[in-house]
T-cell receptor, first 114, second 111 residues
């Protein structure tokens, strides 16, 4: 089954404790992206990757890091989480075919930083 | 800056009561307008992509239309299982693959 998976699905942590949220897709998609979703603000892009070893900032990259060492995986790293990073996070992937693409989303990771 | 505004924020319908959701947008060079459905606690599920004004797409009770300034998601004879948040997003020519989302319309269909 074609899908985007994220782990963990739920996480409660404390300020300053480094964490990683994993994202994996089995569709051989070149493009992957991370979003956060907050009430009243909608989905906002954090980082994206056009292919292995190619990443760039989205609209809200502060406090986050990413890496793309393999095509299927795109982990999101919070080196020193803070309470304002409490949010619902989504990973998405797509094939950049001719620029008109559909992004497929993972099930989400609900993060709470105390 | 690309922007998407969705209205209404919330909509309550009786089963069978047709209605429309609105997505107004401003974008530099529209490359695509996307509709997603999101159920509570889940990721957005792709519904439609529209590329140019005048285009229409249908899926079961849903029909999406596009003009140069807005898109409508028409829901015909909705059922309770259509209850969800419907998200609109645009892809412009600034920023590679960058989707700009609206805040969504929460739809509740009562039996």
């Amino acid at each position: 089954e074609a899908q985007v998976t994220q782990n963990p699905r739920y996480l409660i942590t404390v300020t300053g404790k480094k964490l990683t949220v994993t994202c994996s897709q089995n569709m051989n998609h070149e493009y992957m992206s991370w979003y956060r979703q907050d009430p009243g603000l909608g989905l906002r892009q954090i980082y994206y990757s056009m292919n292995v070893e190619v990443t760039d900032k989205g609209d809200v990259p502060e406090g986050y890091k990413v890496s793309r060492k393999e095509k299927r995986n795109f982990p999101l790293i919070l080196e020193s989480p803070s309470p304002n990073q409490t949010s619902l996070y989504f990973c998405a992937s797509s094939l950049p075919t001719g620029g008109y693409v559909t992004q497929y989303f993972g099930p989400g990771t609900r993060l709470t930083v105390l | 800056e690309d922007q998407v505004t969705q209205s209404p924020e919330a909509l309550r319908l009786q089963e069978g009561e047709s209605s429309s959701l609105n997505c107004s947008y401003t974008v530099s060079g529209l490359r695509g307008l996307f509709w997603y459905r999101q159920d509570p606690g889940k990721g957005p599920e792709f519904l439609f992509t529209l590329y140019s004004a005048g285009e229409e797409k249908e899926k079961e009770r849903l029909k999406a239309t596009l003009t140069k300034k807005e898109s409508f998601l028409h829901i015909t004879a909705p059922k309770p299982e259509d209850s969800a948040t419907y998200l609109c997003a645009v892809l412009g020519d600034t920023g590679f693959q960058k989707l700009v989302f609206g805040t969504g319309t929460r739809l509740l269909v009562s039996p």
